[in-house]
Every structure is written in structure tokens, then in C-alpha cells.
């Protein structure tokens, strides 16, 4: 079946710095791919998606571009800010329909002034 | 137009005990959703359910039982808490079944089971 693998956390940034979470997926063929933020004490809200192969999906100044050949989604911010701070997960739809949606395990983000 | 909204916040049982967790949406959605987040293991579907009174089995069904009486509620039950139980339970919600729709989350739901 369908399933997702993405970078372990923690991550640690300075406000301004770069930032890449890895995500790759295994599917049948070419389902969407989403990323998912999670800030401390709420439930999860949608970031970005990309739909079709090559789309690339952005939001908030994040960008990911969803990749066939290697099989990856990763999510890139330029420039970080201390609002940033959350877990973000990358998720894909699961098999049997109905949009029931497989997660990663979420990789954490702390962003320092 | 509040979203998806959880009740409780936050729960304490004892081994055995029973509780129901309630989920409601007021945004006409046909396609609801619960989910538990584990530490380390992201989130994993319990149940689903496609329409007023379905209800389906999703990833981790064992030890609960939902229920969908009404479009805009789905209910979650826990019979015989353990402490395996112990988890954040999110309610989502979508529109459509198809794999491009947004799905919107509650707030979440922290048990603890002792």
C-alpha cells in the first residue's frame, strides 16, 4: 500500500535560515501529495498540495514540488521566522478512496530569534 | 462558522472506564474522520464515515466504536479504556471523497488513560 517516510526531528533553526524537510512516498501510481502544519496546542490545517506530478504547491512562502523520478515531495522555506515553529507532516492518500489520508510522522521545527 | 469542534479538551480515565469523544462540523461536509497521533508515528485513521449513517473501519479500528446519527456529528467510543489508549484524538471533516480535497481538523482531544 501507499506510505510516506520523512526526516526525523528535530530541527533547529535561526530566524532567516534555509530550511528543507525530506518526504518521499511510495503509491501506485501518481496520487496527491500534502503537507500539513501542526502549531503548538491546535489541530492540523493544510499548507500546501500538488495534485499531479511536476505541479509544484505553495503557500505562506513554503514551497514543495511534487517529484515522479525520485519519488519526493520535500518542503523548502527561504528564509524562516520564529512563526514557523511547528511539526509539519507529509501525508498521501491511502488505498480504498474516500481521501483517507496516510501521514508521516511528522518532523518538528524550532526556530530561534 | 466554527469549523470542526471536539469536546472534550482533555480527558483522565482509569483502566476500564468508558467515554464517548464528539466531533461536529457545521461546514455540510459529507466525509468525517478519526484519527489518533502517537509520539514518533504521525497520525493513524481509526474510523470513517462516507455519509449519515455510515460509519467504516480505517488503519487502527480495534478497541473503539463510532457513530454518525447525524451528518454533522461523528462520534468516537471507547468501551473498556486501556492504557494503549492513551493518545490526541483528531477529528477531520472533507467534502469530497476525491484525493486532491482538503480535509479540516478539530483541535484535538488529549486522553489519558491510567
Known amino acids: 500500500g501507499n506510505s510516506v517516510t520523512q526526516m526525523e526531528g528535530p530541527v533547529t533553526l535561526s530566524e532567516e535560515a534555509f530550511l528543507t524537510i525530506n518526504c518521499t512516498y511510495t503509491?501506485?501510481?501518481?496520487?496527491?501529495l500534502f503537507w500539513y502544519v501542526q502549531y503548538p496546542g491546535e489541530g492540523l490545517q493544510l499548507l500546501l498540495k500538488?495534485?499531479?506530478?511536476?505541479d509544484k504547491g505553495s503557500n505562506k512562502g513554503f514551497e514543495a514540488t511534487y517529484r515522479k523520478e525520485t519519488t519526493s515531495f520535500h518542503l523548502e522555506k527561504g528564509s524562516v521566522q520564529v512563526s514557523d515553529s511547528a511539526v509539519y507532516f507529509c501525508?498521501?492518500?491511502?488505498?480504498?478512496?474516500?481521501?483517507?489520508?496516510?501521514f508521516g510522522a511528522g518532523t518538528r521545527l524550532a526556530v530561534h530569534p | 462558522n466554527a469549523g470542526v469542534t471536539q469536546t472534550p479538551k482533555f480527558r483522565v480515565l482509569k483502566t476500564g472506564q468508558s467515554m464517548t469523544l464528539l466531533c461536529a462540523q457545521d461546514?455540510?461536509?459529507?466525509?468525517m474522520y478519526w484519527y489518533r497521533q502517537d509520539p514518533g508515528m504521525g497520525l493513524r485513521l481509526i474510523h470513517y464515515?462516507?455519509?449519515?449513517?455510515?460509519?467504516a473501519k480505517g488503519e487502527v479500528p480495534d478497541g473503539y466504536n463510532v457513530s454518525r446519527l447525524k451528518k454533522q456529528n461523528f462520534l468516537l467510543g471507547l468501551e473498556s479504556a486501556a492504557p494503549s489508549q492513551t493518545s490526541v484524538y483528531f477529528c477531520?471533516?472533507?467534502?469530497?471523497?476525491?484525493?486532491?480535497?482538503?480535509?479540516?481538523f478539530g483541535p484535538g482531544t488529549r486522553l489519558t488513560v491510567l
Open positions: 501525508a498521501l492518500p491511502g488505498s480504498g478512496g474516500y481521501n483517507k489520508l496516510i
Open positions: 461546514m455540510n461536509h459529507e466525509y
Open positions: 464515515s462516507v455519509g449519515e449513517g455510515t460509519t
Open positions: 500538488a495534485t499531479k506530478a511536476d
Open positions: 503509491a501506485t501510481g501518481y496520487p496527491s
Open positions: 477531520a471533516s472533507s467534502s469530497d471523497p476525491t484525493s486532491t480535497d482538503t480535509q479540516y
